[in-house]
């Protein structure tokens, strides 16, 4: 079912879109008027636009957009089984993107938008279903304003990784995800292919040559670049090796031409946080990702797990 209707009256209407295309050609506009608030969704249809669905195997991707008198006022998207992701709402336009969901029969596993649409949207489902959402995690979406390289910087050096690190890159974001209890790719060498060819990993090295910590990047769009993953085996943090490979992506964002740099911290996670800021970036907005329980009527009977390629980092 689509709820597309005329949008000549002025009354706010949601759409559902049938691919990544059409999605682009309605919000793209929009989406990219606020690149930091909308970064998951850019970087997200980014991919598909360029990639295709092949890596969403678990169903179509779904997208909407809410319109009023034909300007798109916000948007959302999920890629099967990840939560929905959703731009800013007020209360009023959570609960009729609940009622739009409801109508074209999308199944709502959870929700990650900023900290007051989250919230709202997870009221709607309680008021909705009679069950609880739970929260799942909180996050803080950073900005780069004047990067910092930490003192004392740890010996040793940055470089891109390349063909040799394949198969470490694999293992190591298996290891990232599996350390978060997340959902990403589910192949993890196809997880490296794809940023060696791209070359959108940095990686620090010891004087000797030994890879000890790692820093993705997604792809350049709307001026603006995430850092993700970062990354370091548990037996190698506490001695600034995220912090010095988050620098180097950092500079290889600046040097693609990036306007933005942005990175997600979990906001449990202090030691992640104070680096960050170290290392020049400032806060932009909270974030919150809520599990939405099966078994409740209504929009959303499902089950939750993590959104797309952000999980919190392990540095």
């Known amino acids: 079912m689509n709820t597309e209707t ?10 559902l879109l049938p691919d990544v295309h059409a999605f682009l050609a309605r919000a793209g506009g929009f989406l990219r008027s606020l690149p930091d608030l909308h970064t998951i969704l850019l970087t997200v249809t980014e991919g ?40 800013p709402l007020t209360a009023e336009e959570a609960g009729s993107l609940a009622a739009h969901l409801d109508a074209v029969g999308h199944t709502v596993p959870g929700v990650t938008a900023d900290n007051g649409t989250a919230a709202a949207l997870a009221e709607v489902w309680r008021l909705r279903t009679g069950v609880e959402p739970r929260l799942h995690e909180r996050t803080r979406l950073y900005r780069l304003r004047a990067l910092t390289p930490p003192e004392p910087m740890p010996e040793g050096s940055g470089r891109i990784a390349d063909e040799r690190d394949r198969e470490l890159l694999a293992r190591w974001y298996g290891e990232f995800v599996a350390a978060i ?28 040559g030994v890879p000890v910590s790692m820093a993705g990047l997604t792809s350049l769009v709307a001026g603006q670049i995430r850092l993700t993953p970062v990354y370091t085996p548990a037996h190698l943090r506490g001695r600034g090796y995220a912090g010095a490979a988050a620098v180097g992506a950092g500079r290889a964002a600046l040097a693609e031409g990036a306007d933005e740099v942005l990175l997600f911290a979990d906001l449990a996670n202090p030691t992640s946080n104070g680096l960050y800021q170290r290392v020049g970036y400032r806060p932009v907005t909270d ?26 980092d392990t540095a």
């Open 48 to 87: 598909l636009r360029t990639r295709g669905d092949a890596a969403y195997e678990d169903g179509a991707p779904v997208f909407g957009v809410l319109e009023q008198a034909g300007e798109v006022r916000a948007a959302y998207l999920r890629t099967p089984p990840h939560p929905l992701v959703v731009t």
């Open 287 to 312: 974030f919150a990702m809520y599990d939405f329980p099966a078994g409740g009527a209504g929009s959303g009977a499902g089950r939750a797990l993590r959104t797309h390629e952000d999980p919190p």
């Open 181 to 208: 209890n997340g959902v990403g790719s589910k192949d993890a060498r196809a997880w490296a292919d794809t940023h060696v060819a791209e070359r959108r990993v940095t990686l620090w090295e010891t004087p000797d």
């Open 6 to 15: 005329d949008t000549s009256t002025g009354i706010p209407t949601w759409h």
